[in-house]
């Protein structure tokens, strides 16, 4: 049998897996090749529409929003979200979702949601071309 781990703190509280920052997601999602980010998407807060949804390659991912002239598209890491590949969320803060680091209530790494959610989207994509 396996053995158990035991998530509560020392007053007998459960404890929260910390759920990896934005940031990190944003880092992991430029640099791994696993991942196409074309086919992400990026849920942010709009202060006074709500939450909107562009593309990730829309964004400019640089760390100083001062830097960029007015014509550029950039975001406060706070405002975000969510990330959605091919249309299934893989990160929600609100949720605290991870499935790209496996951290907060998610234990799903990024290369088995990948390899999950083409499975899901491939099968889809072919019941529409026996249409």
Do not use: C
Not at 13 to 41: M, Q
Not at 49 to 64: A, H, L, P, T
Request: aromatic letters at 8%; hydrophobic letters at 30%.
């Amino acid at each position: 049998m396996g053995k158990k781990t035991n998530n509560k703190g020392q007053h007998g509280k459960e404890e929260k897996k910390k759920l990896r920052p934005a940031d990190d997601i944003i880092n992991r999602l430029r640099w791994d090749s696993t991942i196409a980010t074309s086919d992400v998407i990026v849920g942010y807060e709009d202060r006074f529409i709500g939450i909107q949804e562009r593309g990730f390659d829309d964004f400019n991912w640089v760390d100083d929003l001062g830097s960029l002239s007015h014509l550029e598209v950039a975001i406060p890491r706070h405002r975000i979200v969510y990330f959605k590949y091919r249309g299934i969320e893989i990160w929600n803060r609100l949720n605290r979702v991870d499935r790209v680091f496996g951290s907060g209530t998610s234990d799903q790494k990024l290369e088995s949601t990948v390899e999950t959610i083409d499975a899901i989207t491939s099968g889809s994509e072919e019941d529409v071309e026996e249409d």
